[in-house]
């Protein structure tokens, strides 16, 4: 009897033993394409040599120095290419070790700044339905997936819930994308007025809805006005990337293309590439100047921030995903692996909707398309995909259920950037077999 604790209570999982590019192999010699890049995670493929050349060097060097005595070069190195990359107004960086700790770090820089400049009586967090922002206590309570809050009530009381843009389901017969955006913007509003135009701290939302809806993008102008409200009321816009960020949807940053700046921005997962746990917020000029001009401290910390290591990886991921054309091999593998999942699965009775940006791509099942009526959720059909790609060689990443009783089940999609045309034609064979 195993003694490692899985999520799955006694779940039995295939041993990984090896990775290389889009390829896992486990124990039995079994090997699978990592078409959703673990949960949008490896960017660069399984063991980029590069990225572990960096890390050797940087372990060789220093694995270790606490931040509290030391800072880095490799350190240093990650906030200057990362502000690079960003535009003007988000010029400082702060490491962390993960998403959840991203957003978490992201809520507490919010609470701070309003306590800095006077402003403490700002508490209050909207947020959408059905998002995830992380796994601890505040990024949980951020987070508006009813089903994963529910063991864990009462939780945060300051955290609300406005709905996602979500226009496969929710767009009205004969309403233009502009109108959906300004009903969204309308609820936010009246959100905003219930609860004080001035107790709110934050709006936090995915650019780019990744797990629990599945590579959903917002419709045109939905961000424009969210920023035009936020701006209005002295609200802090947080943009979750830990998923959608560092060239999944095709740029750098997925707000990129909604002609938006946060004042926070998370990211993780792409970061890191698949090594050491990395994650960042970036912070934009007045919460930085607030801190130097206030307190003079962040109040806040772990013991393995700006570690080394992760430093080193993430600058070398860094460096390759903005060079050599990848962000356009990411849009051209994008755009291949929608086409191709439109020949394949459009006629399907069971597919209501592909969507997505660059290499993040999502598949709506339904079990009736004209209506359409999602699976009973008791079925778990999601599962049952993930069972028989699994069987195919393929890794994606599926999810259904009742997150707040209108989502049924779907499978993201975000396979490595270094994929071939051949990859992305295998993973569309065998994702459009096991549907
Ligand atoms: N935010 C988003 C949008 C995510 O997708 C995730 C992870 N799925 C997180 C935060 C939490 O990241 P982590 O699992 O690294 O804590």
Do not use: W
Not at 83 to 104: I, N, Q, R, W
Not at 266 to 294: E, H, N, W, Y
Not at 337 to 359: F, N, W
């Amino acid at each position: 009897m195993t003694k490692l604790l899985h999520r799955t209570i006694g779940a039995t999982l295939p041993r990984a033993v090896s990775g290389q590019g889009v390829t896992i192999t486990d124990s039995d010699g079994r090997a699978y394409i990592d078409g959703s890049g673990g949960a949008a995670v490896s960017c660069l493929g399984h063991n980029h040599p590069e990225v572990l050349a960096a890390m050797t060097t940087q372990m060789n060097a220093i694995s270790y120095a606490h931040t509290s005595f030391f800072t880095t070069d490799v350190a240093e190195e990650l906030a200057q290419r990362l502000t690079a990359l960003a535009p003007d107004s988000l010029d400082h960086v702060y490491l962390v070790s993960g998403g959840s700790e991203a957003v978490e770090a992201a809520l507490k820089m919010a609470r701070q700044y309003f306590v800095e400049i006077g402003q403490p009586q700002r508490r209050h967090i909207i947020a959408r339905r059905q998002s995830y922002h992380g796994n601890t206590i505040g990024a949980l309570a951020t987070g508006g997936n009813a089903m994963r809050r529910a063991q864990f009530q009462p939780i945060l009381p300051e955290t609300h819930h406005v709905s996602p843009c979500y226009a496969y389901r929710d767009l009205q017969t004969g309403e233009t994308h502009a109108q959906y955006a300004a009903r969204l913007a309308d609820e936010l509003e009246a959100k905003i007025q219930e609860l004080g135009a001035d107790q709110v701290m934050a709006f936090v939302a995915e650019p780019v809805v990744g797990a629990t809806l599945g590579a959903v993008p917002a419709v045109e102008g939905y961000f424009k006005r969210i920023r035009e409200i936020c701006d209005r009321h002295g609200i802090l816009l947080i943009l979750d990337e830990v998923m959608c960020g560092m060239g999944r949807t095709g740029t750098i940053f997925a707000f990129e293309q909604e002609g938006v700046v946060p004042d926070l921005v998370t990211i993780a997962k792409g970061l890191g590439g698949g090594f050491q746990p990395i994650g960042a917020v970036l912070l934009s000029r007045k919460i930085f100047a607030a801190f130097r001009d206030g307190s003079g401290l962040f109040q806040h910390g772990h013991t393995y921030i700006g570690h080394p290591i992760a430093a080193a990886a993430a600058n070398k991921v860094v460096e390759i995903l903005t060079r050599d054309g990848m962000m356009a091999h990411v849009n051209a593998m994008g755009d291949r692996l929608q086409s191709g999942l439109e020949t394949a699965l459009g006629q399907s009775p069971y597919v209501g909707d592909i969507r997505g940006r660059g290499l993040f791509r999502g598949i709506e099942i339904v079990a009736d398309k004209d209506s359409k009526d999602p699976f009973d959720p008791k079925l778990k059909t999601y599962a049952k995909i993930k069972k028989a790609a699994i069987a195919r060689g393929l890794l994606c990443y599926p999810m259904g259920g009742t997150i707040d009783g209108v989502h049924g089940d779907h499978v993201l999609l975000a396979p490595p950037y270094i994929c071939t045309p051949h990859d992305i034609d295998q993973i569309v064979d065998r994702i459009a077999a096991a549907i």
